[in-house]
C-alpha cells in the first residue's frame, strides 16, 4: 500500500500542535507566576543561554527555550509542506498550493510571536503588546492545528457527498461567528491578565460566546442528526464551554482568594493556568468544527453539478 503523501506531515502537525499547548502552558504560567520581568534582557537571559533557574527565571527562561523549540519544529513543517506540495504532479498542485502557504503564515506567526514577546521585556510589559503576543500565539495554535486537520486521512478523503443546509443562518455564518467571537474573548482575557483593564469586558464577552457556542451546537445537532462528525462536533463543543465556564469561575475565586497573599498562591496559579489553556483549545475546537462545517455541507444556492446532497433533517 502506497503512504498518502501527507501522513508523516500530519503526526509531525500533530506533534507540533502538542509542543504549541505545551508552550500556552508555559506562557501561562509566567504570567500567573509574576515572572514576566524576572528576566530584563532578551534574546539573551542575564546575558546567558543558561542563567540560573531561581525564582521567576525558571518561568521566563523555560517559557523562551520552549517557544524556540517550537519556533524550529514550525521551521521543519513549513519546509516539509513546501516540499510535499512541489513534488504533486503538476495538474494537482494548484489545488493545494494554500497549504504551503499555510505553513509559511504559520512560520511567520511564530517569529512575530517571538518578536512580541522580547518587546513586552525590553518595554517592561506594556499591556497592548503583551496582549498583542498572548492573542498571536493563540492564532499560531490554531493555524498548526488546522494543518493538521488539513493532512490528516479524513480531510484527504473524498467525501462523496454534500450536505445541504438549507437554514438561516446558514451553519457556516453561525460558526464564523462563534471563532470571532471566541478569538475577541481571547483577547478581552490577555487584557484582563495584563491589567489593561477590568473583568467586566471579559464577562460580557463571556455571556457572548457561550451563547453564540450553544446555539452552534445545537445548530449541528439538529440540522445534521445523521452525521457522526458533525453530532461528535456539538458533543464537544458542549464539553468545552462547559469546562471552561467552570474553570473561568474557580480561576476568579483563586483571584478574589489569593488578593490577600504578597506573591501568588500556587491554587491561584493553576486554575488560572487550566483556564487559559482550556480558552486555547475552545478556540481550536471552534475552528476545527468550522473547518469541517465547510468540507460537508454545502450551501443551500451551490451551482448545480456537485456530489449528490446526502439527505439531512434540514431538507
Request: net charge positive; glycine share 8%; charged share 10%.
Amino acid at each position: 500500500m502506497t503512504p498518502r503523501p501527507h501522513q508523516n506531515v500530519h503526526r509531525f502537525a500533530v506533534f507540533t500542535a502538542a509542543c504549541t499547548l505545551l508552550l500556552l502552558i508555559a506562557g501561562a504560567l509566567v504570567t500567573s507566576n509574576d515572572a514576566g520581568l524576572s528576566v530584563p534582557d532578551w534574546p539573551l537571559s542575564y546575558g546567558s543561554l543558561a542563567p540560573p533557574l531561581v525564582g521567576g527565571i525558571f518561568y521566563e527562561h523555560g517559557h523562551r527555550v520552549i517557544a524556540s523549540f517550537v519556533g524550529l519544529l514550525s521551521i521543519v513543517l513549513a519546509v516539509w509542506l513546501w516540499r510535499v506540495e512541489s513534488r504533486r504532479p503538476p495538474a494537482e498542485r494548484p489545488a493545494k498550493i494554500w497549504l504551503r502557504w499555510l505553513g509559511v503564515a504559520a512560520l511567520g506567526a511564530i517569529v512575530a510571536q517571538g518578536l512580541l514577546g522580547g518587546l513586552t521585556v525590553l518595554f517592561f510589559l506594556p499591556p497592548s503588546v503583551s496582549s498583542a503576543h498572548a492573542a498571536l500565539a493563540q492564532l499560531f495554535f490554531a493555524t498548526v492545528a488546522s494543518i493538521a486537520l488539513f493532512t490528516s486521512a479524513w480531510w484527504e478523503k473524498e467525501t462523496g457527498f454534500w450536505l445541504r443546509d438549507f437554514r438561516s443562518p446558514s451553519i457556516h455564518t453561525l460558526a464564523l461567528a462563534t471563532v470571532a467571537a471566541v478569538f475577541v474573548q481571547l483577547i478581552l482575557g490577555a487584557a484582563f491578565r495584563h491589567k489593561a483593564f477590568g473583568i467586566i469586558p471579559h464577562l460580557a464577552g463571556a455571556v457572548i460566546v457561550t451563547g453564540l457556542i450553544f446555539w452552534l451546537a445545537g445548530a449541528l445537532r439538529h440540522r445534521f442528526p445523521g452525521v457522526p462528525e458533525l453530532r461528535f462536533a456539538a458533543r464537544g463543543l458542549h464539553i468545552l464551554i462547559g469546562v471552561q465556564l467552570l474553570l473561568g469561575a474557580a480561576a476568579w475565586w483563586s483571584r478574589l482568594y489569593a488578593a490577600s497573599f504578597p506573591q501568588p498562591i500556587p491554587v491561584m496559579v493553576a486554575l488560572t493556568v487550566a483556564h487559559v489553556v482550556m480558552g486555547a483549545l475552545v478556540l481550536v475546537g471552534t475552528v476545527l468544527v468550522t473547518l469541517v462545517c465547510y468540507r460537508l455541507v454545502q450551501p443551500a444556492g451551490a451551482l448545480v453539478g456537485s456530489p449528490e446532497p446526502r439527505p439531512s433533517a434540514a431538507d
